[in-house]
């Protein structure tokens, strides 16, 4: 069986940094602080250690587990593309939510899709990694999921 990407740890087990940025996170999503340098002075992080770990780690709540997750992609300007990868999701028992698409420049376009993950049966990891192997998907990237 194949390693997950993606694990739940218990917050005592990990470096005091990793607490302090998602209390940065949560400072700036709910405005009380006026930005990224203020909170990360208020918690005695620096930007730099923000930034390293700010996409990568994400507070889960008892409530509602995971159930939303944002995926960031760019896409080669090809038709049925977008399709095909609104597809993958689709197959993996994923729901669209939004879809944010940009013109394409250069013959790419990001592309932004929300969707709900309560009934994806492989995985986010392995969706993730269904989404890569699309061929004019040039890039992937779990943005964020739900806490």
């Not at 990990?14 to 002075?41: M, N, R, Y």
């Amino acid at each position: 069986m194949a390693q997950s990407k993606y694990v739940v740890v218990e917050m005592d087990v990990l470096p005091d940094v990793i607490e302090k940025v998602l209390t940065v996170k949560e400072q700036i999503t709910e405005g009380k602080a006026k930005g990224v340098s203020d909170a990360v002075k208020q918690q005695g992080i620096s930007r730099s250690a923000y930034y390293k770990y700010k996409d990568k780690v994400f507070a889960l709540s008892e409530s509602y587990m995971g159930k939303k997750a944002v995926f960031a992609m760019t896409l080669k300007d090809q038709p049925g593309l977008l399709a095909d990868t609104l597809n993958v999701f689709s197959a993996s028992g994923a729901n669209i939510l939004s879809i944010n698409q940009s013109i394409p420049i250069d013959s790419k376009a990001n592309v932004n899709i929300s969707v709900d993950v309560t009934h994806v049966t492989e995985g986010v990891d392995a969706l993730v990694e269904r989404l890569k192997a699309v061929k004019g998907i040039t890039g992937v990237k779990l943005l964020a999921m739900e806490r």
